[in-house]
């Protein structure tokens, strides 16, 4: 059996279900006051799935209240069937098949794809900082597409910027950065990562002053084909790459500066939860739903916070 054969793929009031399962793990709670012991369920045919009531404000309520699929006119077992079709495609899915598969418009597939995204980019699932020290964080950047307004020349000034550190057998986090000067990229691995941790770049010269706020920082010189000296290397990061690339070019396409920091959430989401940490597909849906709380997300709101 499939396990798109789940009844909340299907039903209504079983994704709604579903849902309350995982936001209300231990009952009910009124997004209004606060409320917790006396919430009642609507029932009727005319009552909307999972409608509940306040006994404390007499305020109605669903689950979806102050998450990222309030005001949503999608039925919430389409969004659980788009949920696990983005978190369980390595590569991602386009809006444009979602648009055919949920048989939605592409507007509506679009706006889906990311509020999915900034799910994914608002939930935390381990501690603020990486490696302490036990394991190699490796570190590099790339670049992809084209900066707004530029034009194309040679090098990769025309193009956006993206800066990820990778923590081996761990979890990867990237950056839309302006440029790969020193002082830009510093202060982001400040910030990620614990000083006592043995950070490994290549030789590209912003990496050059990192051995002063990173004393176990190792460098591999590609340009010298060395790819690899003892346990240094950066083979690890560029996989994510590979990965992170064919999906922007293989089934994204295209994605403009604006939205980049949400394509770099998604493919961070599912490296930092992938199988071999021992997280399968449902369980990945599951974490995702999870950065649903506190956050709207309008389709004309601004791009970034702040």
Known sequence: MSVLDAPHFHDEQAAMDRLEAILWPNGPVCPHC??????????????????????????????????????????MHKWWQAVHLLCSSKKGISSHQLHRTLKVTYKTAWFMSHRIRE?????????????????????????????KGSVKRRGQTHKMAVLTLVERGGEARSFHIENSAYRTVAPILAENIEREA?????TAGQYDGLWFDFPQHEMVNHKAEEWKRGDAHTNTVENYFSIFKRGMKGVYQHCSEKHLHRYLAEFDFRYSNRSKLGVEDELRAERALLGIRGRRLTYRMPTRNG
């Open 34 to 75: 606060g409320n917790t012991e006396k919430v009642y369920a609507i029932k009727g045919k005319s009552a909307r799935p999972g409608l509940k009531t306040c006994g404390a404000c007499r305020k109605q309520f669903t689950v979806k209240v102050g998450t990222l699929f309030e005001d949503s006119h999608v039925p």
């Open 198 to 202: 043995k950070v490994v770049t290549d």
């Open 119 to 147: 799910a994914m980019r608002t939930g935390s699932f381990s501690p603020p900082s990486l490696s302490s020290g036990s394991r190699y964080v490796e570190v590099d950047e790339t670049y992809i597409g084209r900066k």
